[in-house]
């Protein structure tokens, strides 16, 4: 089990099988995980890793019922 409070954008990307880029891809579209910034790192935390995590199981959901 994971205990780490909080992920580098690397470790989340790892943790979450999506590449480094995707996640800055997300950023830059307006969406993805909140983060915290740290210096000139983002580091997100496990709370917004979940609710970043429930937020895309509900736009699939909500996709697959208008198709």
């Known amino acids: 089990m994971d205990d780490q409070d909080a992920y580098s954008v690397r470790k ?3 943790r ?3 590449s480094p880029g995707f996640v800055y891809a997300e950023w830059r579209a307006g969406r993805g995980p ?3 910034q740290v210096g000139d ?3 997100i935390s ?3 890793a979940s609710d970043y ?3 895309l199981e509900a ?3 909500a996709a697959r019922r208008v198709a």
Do not use: V
Request: aromatic share 10%; no cysteine; glycine share 0%.
């Open 12 to 14: 989340f990307a790892k």
């Open 16 to 18: 979450h099988d999506l």
């Open 34 to 36: 909140r983060y915290m």
């Open 41 to 43: 790192r983002r580091i």
């Open 46 to 48: 496990r709370e917004a």
């Open 53 to 55: 995590r429930r937020e």
């Open 59 to 61: 736009a699939t959901l």
